[in-house]
């Protein structure tokens, strides 16, 4: 009996661990060039259920893949059809301000790259929201979760 329960806490803690997994850093050696462009970027994308870092968190931060530093965003359509992507932040959502109306959540600082980088999280979703491309030099705004296309 106190082996099962045993075997039931290794278990559990082994699946939170699984989910609070740090996004694996870059592997080149210049660092200072691939840092963050803010404090509240994206840092790393969701490609067939790993992590693929886009830049190195500022302030020591750590790009994590948990709930609470995991965001969903439609930045195109196929055939009509929402295409949802899953991006990690270097911080964590719950000390971000709730989005509200037409607020601007998500800001691309280089709009032209197809690789989604330097991209500021200026506020939290409520859930199950997700952000939305606006149409407007790469402005997200939260929207209701739509029926979406998995990419990756």
Not at 6 to 32: E, I
Not at 105 to 118: G, Q, W
Request: proline share 5%; charged share 15%; hydrophobic share 35%.
């Amino acid at each position: 009996m106190l082996s099962m329960l045993a075997w039931t806490l290794m278990t559990a803690m082994v699946v939170m661990n699984a989910k609070s997994q740090f996004c694996p850093v870059l592997t080149d050696s210049y660092r200072f060039e691939h840092r963050c462009a803010y404090d509240n970027s994206l840092c790393g994308k969701e490609v067939s259920g790993s992590c693929t870092s886009t830049c190195y968190c500022r302030s020591g931060r750590m790009c994590l893949r948990n709930s609470d530093h995991t965001i969903t965003v439609v930045k195109r359509y196929i055939n009509n059809n929402p295409v949802k992507e899953s991006y990690h932040t270097c911080v964590a959502l719950s000390g971000l301000p709730r989005c509200s109306g037409n607020r601007v959540a998500l800001y691309n600082l280089v709009p032209e790259s197809s690789a989604f980088k330097s991209v500021e999280v200026r506020c939290r979703c409520p859930s199950p929201n997700v952000y939305l491309n606006t149409g407007l030099n790469q402005v997200y705004t939260c929207a209701p979760a739509p029926q979406l296309n998995v990419v990756g």
